[in-house]
């Protein structure tokens, strides 16, 4: 790692430079009269320059030859894009402009074909679960370490993916998440090395590791790893416009054409310049700034992490937790604040600091509220998160009983598959009261987003937890992702009675 880190000191001058974004913003200066889409024509007069400001109108243009083509990047968007691949430390970088999500759909439809094999973690992304249903991979689940202080799912432990690599040798793929939604990493180094030795690619959701490159002290980004790929969501901790993020590839056993094509069959053919030079800017300011912006934050969250930790009722997660919970690493920018001995839930503190302190939250779950810092935060906006926080501890702190919950230890209880997601997807449906579904096969994934970790997958067997787990979200009033146009009724497998 040291070779690589000095290996970065070295790049900044090439760095200095946002290609894609100088050469937009030149051709924005243009005195051109369009005749081409967008239909906006750059012009105030169109309706949107008067909310949005001329600036981005101007900015927000289509391919041209001068601009390039995501589709086929041969000038300033490859240039962007292998600054991007230098920043990660990968074979090469593809610009996206659908989120993460598209992201990894991208590298499980590339990597597996119908009924090949990908090892993943129970507690991924709906995207991964979106991606076997879409490429028709059979997902081999290993169950994530769970925290039951904290009611959350940690990483996976090296035992348990060295288990199901040695149970199933002709597996095509591994998928890993780096971090997860709270932090948490696995020992992605030696599960690389592990699937290196079997023939068997690793596939990396870094959503939410887009800083972990540019400060020594983050964990290892996947790509530095030799990952064989790995999505970033820039978007979310790197300074990027949201829905802008990357997918990276280390050539070995794909090769840079054959992840083209993937892309290509699904992606938009009028990609989002803005969201493109935001890329390109989020990189440059991530190399050139990133480690002192960093050190920085790191240091203010370490400080807000001691004084949050010493409110009556307040616990907070840190590297020090690294005791067999599934985390080998962790991200100190995630503050995960379990709240439940203030007998309150994650959700009631998470409505609590929206409504009267104006801060909002990444997330609740039932014991913890995560509050996520990013490349914009800085010690004022971190001050009054612990303000807040401060708040509440005195206000409820010994008041209530500490809330303890059995729908925690559901957690360690999980679906059983009887159909392949696939299979699942493409069979009759029928569409009945949530209330009535024990026993019958899902043919939808529930969740609660965020963070999109389906509690149940389509081809798995409901349950009455499952079923009471669900409810228990719907009675917090969290945000319900289910397909059936009504949260009280689920699709399930079977023909439709009229
Ligand atoms: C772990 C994880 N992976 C993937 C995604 C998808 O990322 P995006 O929102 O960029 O599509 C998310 C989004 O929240 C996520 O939490």
Redesign the pocket.
């Known amino acids: 790692m040291a070779e690589v880190r000095a290996r970065r000191g070295t790049m900044k001058s090439r760095h200095a430079r946002a290609p894609l974004y100088e050469a937009l913003e030149q051709y924005s200066q243009k005195d051109i009269v369009h005749f081409d889409v967008p239909g906006h024509k750059k012009r105030l007069r169109s309706g949107l320059g008067e909310y949005f400001g001329e600036r981005i109108i101007r900015l927000d243009a289509n391919s041209t030859r001068e601009l390039d083509m995501l589709s086929n990047p041969n000038g300033i968007i490859f240039e962007a894009e292998q600054l991007l691949a230098e920043a990660y430390d990968a074979d090469y970088a593809f610009m996206l402009v659908?989120?993460?999500?598209?992201g990894?759909q991208a590298m499980i439809m590339t990597a597996c074909g119908p009924k090949d094999k990908i090892i993943m973690p129970r507690n991924?992304?709906k995207?991964a679960i979106n991606a076997v249903i879409l490429s028709g991979a059979i997902p081999i689940f290993i169950e994530p370490e769970v925290n039951l202080e904290y009611g959350i799912a940690n990483g996976v432990s090296y035992d348990r993916v060295k288990k199901a690599v040695l149970d199933n040798l002709d597996a095509k793929a591994l998928f890993v998440?780096n971090p997860?939604?709270y932090g948490v990493v696995s020992d992605l180094q030696a599960i690389i090395k592990l699937c290196r030795r079997h023939h068997i690619m690793v596939l990396v959701?870094e959503?939410?590791g887009a800083h972990f490159p540019f400060h020594p002290d983050f964990p290892d980004n996947a790509s530095t790893l030799y990952a064989d790929m790995a999505?970033v969501?820039l978007?979310?901790t790197g300074g990027s416009l949201t829905?802008s993020?990357v997918l990276l590839l280390n050539e070995r056993d794909i090769t840079y054409s054959q992840v083209r094509t993937t892309i290509n069959l699904m992606q938009t053919t009028s990609a989002s310049y803005l969201l493109m030079a935001s890329l390109d800017l989020a990189r440059r300011n991530l190399v050139l700034n990133g480690q002192e912006i960093y050190e920085d934050i790191l240091a203010i969250v370490e400080k807000a992490k001691v004084e949050i930790a010493a409110m009556p009722g307040l616990h907070v997660l840190t590297s020090d937790d690294v005791d067999g919970h599934g985390i080998y690493d962790y991200d100190e920018t995630k503050i995960v604040i379990r709240v439940n001995d203030l007998g309150l839930t994650g959700f009631e503190v998470y409505d609590i600091m929206k409504n009267e302190f104006g801060i909002q939250l990444e997330l609740a779950e039932t014991y913890v509220i995560l509050a996520v810092v990013g490349i914009g935060d800085d010690q004022q906006t971190v001050n009054q998160l612990v303000a807040g926080l401060r708040t509440i501890s005195h206000r409820y702190a010994g008041q209530n009983k500490p809330l303890k919950l059995e729908q925690i230890e559901w957690m360690t209880e999980r679906p059983m598959s009887v159909v392949s997601p696939r299979d699942a997807y493409y069979s009759p449906k029928r569409i009945i009261p949530i209330k009535d579904a024990v026993g019958e096969i899902c043919a939808e994934s529930l969740m609660i987003y965020?963070?999109?970790i389906p509690l149940v997958i389509p081809g798995e067997k409901l349950t009455q937890r499952i079923i009471d787990h669900y409810m228990f979200y719907r009675e917090q009033k969290c945000n319900i992702v289910n397909n059936a146009e009504d949260p009280d009724l689920i699709q399930v497998l079977g023909e439709a009675n009229d």
């Open positions: 659908n989120g993460s999500t598209f990894i991924v992304h995207s998440i997860t939604y959701d959503a939410h999505t969501s978007h979310k829905q993020s965020p963070p999109g």
